[in-house]
Nanobody
Framework: QVQVVESGGGLVQPGGSLRLSCAASGSIFSINSMGWYRQAPGEQRELVAVITSYGSTNYADSVKGRFTISRDNAKNTVYLQMNSLKIEDTAVYYC???????????????WGQGTQVTVSS
């Protein structure tokens, strides 16, 4: 199976920075894209940023100019550098990998368990 594990969440003051990491592992045949989503209490899960295997990126309007997504394809790892954090960035951040496995060449979304990011003064 394909596993996705996030790390790097924590407590930070407004204006501070955090760097999230996510590694995909297991029976991976190919990864088309990896991305970060977040879900605040009482809110729907929303896309934060996504990056393809070729390096193209997309960001939610709310994080443009503050967050940067990057990827190390050799390690099947994606990063999210979060700067100028705001209280409204508080959420559980989930990593997603759109990948095919060695046993099924259809793309599926694989999700991590999430990492808590809390921005508070």
């Amino acid at each position: 199976q394909v596993q996705v594990v996030e790390s790097g969440g924590g407590l930070v003051q407004p204006g501070g920075s955090l760097r999230l990491s996510c590694a995909a592992s297991g029976s991976i045949f190919s990864i088309n894209s990896m991305g970060w989503y977040r879900q605040a209490p009482g809110e729907q899960r929303e896309l934060v940023a996504v990056i393809t295997s070729y390096g193209s990126t997309n960001y939610a309007d709310s994080v443009k100019g503050r967050f940067t997504i990057s990827r190390d394809n050799a390690k099947n790892t994606v990063y999210l550098q979060m700067n100028s954090l705001k209280i409204e960035d508080t959420a559980v951040y989930y990593c997603n990998a759109a990948a095919t496995s060695d046993y099924d060449l259809r793309y599926y979304d694989y999700w991590g368990q999430g990492t808590q990011v809390t921005v508070s003064s």
